[in-house]
């Protein structure tokens, strides 16, 4: 199924900047013109899915060029789902930011939403590395970018090790 709107925290239209794989919901994202916009309807992931999954194992693949949590904020239903699904989610930290941000503004509340779900936060390298709430809050303040990666694994905390396992036997 393919539906041609972006996905957000509620209904209604929305102004998309640049093109391509570099689109994004946010003016000024990794420097694109204000004048290459296009109007696209927008939806929640919520909407868009309903109830058609529940009870499956899923997995949610989110790389929206600095709009993830407005994806998550329209996701509510899916996110307290059971099973709870893995999302694999693509979060700029310092790197290709509207100009006067040095530090991705929506880090900590995006973190905190898989956090506040259940959630656990793994670094997706070598080692699948936990992210702690801390480490976080450090950054949020200015400090300096330790997670060193970009794209997260969310999974349910009691799932954690089995996914560690899995993935680092392969």
């Known amino acids: 199924e393919v539906y041609p709107v972006a996905l957000g925290e509620r209904p209604g239209l929305a102004e998309l900047y640049g093109g391509g794989t570099g689109a994004s919901l946010l003016k000024g994202w990794a420097g694109t013109s204000e004048l290459f916009v296009t109007l696209v309807p927008i939806n929640t992931l919520d909407n868009i899915l309903g109830e058609r999954f529940s009870?499956?194992?899923?997995?949610?693949?989110?790389?929206v060029e600095g709009a993830e949590l407005a994806v998550i904020n329209g996701a509510k239903h899916h996110l307290s789902m059971m099973p709870k699904p893995i999302?694999?989610?693509?979060?700029?930290?310092?790197e290709h930011l509207p100009a006067g941000h040095t530090v991705n503004p929506d880090l900590l509340k995006t973190?905190?939403?898989?956090?506040?779900?259940?959630?656990?936060?793994?670094?997706?390298?070598?080692?699948?590395?936990?992210?702690?709430?801390e480490e976080v809050v450090s950054i949020q303040r200015?400090?300096?970018?330790?997670?060193?990666?970009?794209?997260?694994l969310f999974v349910e905390a009691n799932r954690c090790s089995e996914i560690r396992h899995s993935c680092l036997n392969r």
Do not use: P
Request: aromatic share 14%.
């Open 55 to 63: 009870g499956q194992r899923l997995l949610f693949i989110i790389d």
């Open 87 to 94: 999302w694999m989610v693509e979060v700029a930290v310092t």
């Open 111 to 133: 973190f905190q939403a898989f956090w506040r779900a259940g959630y656990v936060a793994l670094k997706l390298k070598q080692g699948l590395g936990e992210v702690r709430e």
């Open 142 to 152: 200015g400090g300096k970018n330790t997670l060193k990666v970009n794209n997260f």
